[in-house]
């Protein structure tokens, strides 16, 4: 069947055709690689698409913005990525931010010069990046007011949600109330881009009168960003079609947050603001559902939480600070201190069931060598009774109680470990549990942060 219309379905009518649309192919195309958190972000993602990438010829980030940070380590270099893709560590590659992300383009640049200066990896970055031009723009004032709602919260309710403060949400709401400036705006009439800028800013004034904006400095400073990021920017939709459709290629997509934080899935309202399960992946970057091929997810060992929230499983004694501690768990983002706690496995059960995981990498094995013992939840119970699964109310969240399967640990070093063969029985047996728990197969065993330290059990 014909997906577009030409020039030759028309009758003759004496005069000379006009010139039709491109028909468009409708061939299955490429399938692409996905690969999201399924807990609550700071699984290792960002390890696993260092993996992926080396072989990758697109990599692409479909969702959120510089809230999010992956850590990778290459020639015993780290590198932090917040905005920019993983995969622009390969230099064979092409990145792509998608339309689904929004933008701080100050802090773009700086995290790609940053990265940049500590080693060959990611030289000449600018040259292998693309910028939807549909991607929305975060502005600092966004950020600022992302402080101020903070603020608010914790005055009128006692709490706020623990959000990075770096503008997501704010921007996401300028997005979804159809006032927001776009990447394809920021490139056009400077003159129509301002006067929308200065309604912008006037609107979030009206709500917020603290909020001071020196607007010709800003409007004079993304003038200048325009003209740096001009080159990278296309239209994203048509990059991605032909990517799909154009010779075979290997393209990843990047989730960044996790499964717990998306808006609609998550842990709601201690969430993030975008989809960052796979449904992200087509809305972001323009994906028909038939070219997701596999789907990966990320979970550690163990179970960990920036910020605030339910958590049934966390430690809050010498077992979550052994944890926080063997593991460094410290958000690349804030800073801040992650809580931990025993994996959960209704959590990432419930991941599977809304991202459909052809497989899972676990990650960080090698934090729990040292424990005499080791326990996973498994189900959770109220008033004494199982709940057969995942509550969308926090406040019945909190009041779970989680039932635990126990192991017995290895207390052996497990990090030099390349194969399978390598781990210890009682920390094969932990994996098998885990992966007959999910029903889904283990692809990958992390047991050290450099992409070394990934053992690929098929």
Known sequence: MSLSWSAKDHKNTGQPAAAGPKRLRNDMGNKVTVVLGAQWGDEGKGKVVDLLATEADVVCRCQGGNNAGHTVVVDGKEYDFHLLPSGIINPKSISLIGNGVVIHLPGLFEEGDKNEKKGTGLKGWEKRLIVSDRAHIVFDFHQVVDGLQETERQAQEGKNIGTTKKGIGPAYSSKASRTGLRVCDLLGDFKDFSTRFKNLVHQYQSMYPSLTVDVEDQLKKLKEYAER???????????????????????????????????????????????????????????PPLNIGDVFGVAK?????????????????????????????????????RRC??????????????????????TKLDILDVLDEIKVGVAYKLNGKRIPHFPANMDVLQKVEVEYETFPGWKTDTSAARKWNDLPAKAQNYIRFIENHIGVPIKWVGVGKSRECMIQMF
């Open 341 to 362: 706690g025993w994996l959960d496995l209704v959590i990432v059960r419930y991941a599977h069931m809304i991202n459909g995981f052809t497989a899972i990498a676990l």
């Open 229 to 287: 990021l001009r080159p990278m920017v296309r239209d994203g939709v048509y990059y991605m079609y032909e990517a799909l459709h154009g010779s075979p290629k290997k393209i990843l997509v990047e989730g960044a947050n996790a499964a717990l934080l998306d808006i609609d899935f998550g842990t709601y309202p201690f969430v993030t603001s975008s989809n960052c399960t796979v449904g992200g992946a087509c809305t972001g970057l323009g994906i």
């Open 301 to 337: 060992a163990y179970t960990t939480r920036v910020g605030i929230g339910a958590f049934p499983t966390e430690q809050l004694n010498a077992v979550g600070e052994l944890l926080q501690t063997r593991g460094h768990e410290v958000g690349v983002t804030t800073g801040r201190k």
